[in-house]
């Protein structure tokens, strides 16, 4: 064993469930709270993150406020990001928002950037704060989470894609920011399972759950019906 080795993280000592509220995060959340052995292998933490786009459909809103309350029951904490949270960018508050201050509009032409400016940025802003206030690392233009994972570990990211759609998964090696690459480790458990879309569908079905895809409402994407 190197030297380097013995000053080395033990291990992954944090996960962050990047929830959407759809179908897919849906279906991780329900095996992470009611199946321990999907815990031991995947989850070591008890974070939730969801970011508010500002125009989510008002039964998707619906779903969120009950998993908040069913958190709270489980004792695990979940996080709702609004944008009057500070975490939202300017130009970026909600989606209706950016259209008009742009006068833009969306089309699937267009580059997709409202879920890395809505979703993902919110989400990676107040993690390095929580991360901050939490363990008391520096906190600014990402050093707060490189800190934290030169101390514990990279942080794994559970992302909620389902098998199927291997085409959404990023290399995270080729990822343009270096604190990604040195912080984060994305994780995909619905793909490692054998998971796809419909297999979520009947395990929120069967726990009598009906779940809205988590498209915003003025999405140019098709949504796919649970």
Known sequence: MSMDDLFAPAGNQLTVLSYGGGQDSSALLEMYLGDPSFREK????????????????????????????????????????????????????????FYRTKGTIGSKAFPKTCSDRLKVQPIYRFLEQWLADRYGVKCGRKAGIREFAARFGKIRMMIGIAKGEESRVADPAKNPHRWYRESIEPIYPLIDLGMDRAACQELLHSKGMYVIPSNCKACPSPAISP
């Open 42 to 97: 995947y989850a070591s933490g008890d974070v939730l993150i969801m970011s508010d786009t500002g125009d989510e459909f008002p039964r998707t809103m619906e779903h969120v406020r009950e998993t908040q309350a069913r958190c709270a029951e489980a004792g695990v904490e979940f996080v709702l990001i609004t944008s009057d949270m500070g975490y939202h960018s300017e130009s970026w508050k909600n989606l209706r928002h």
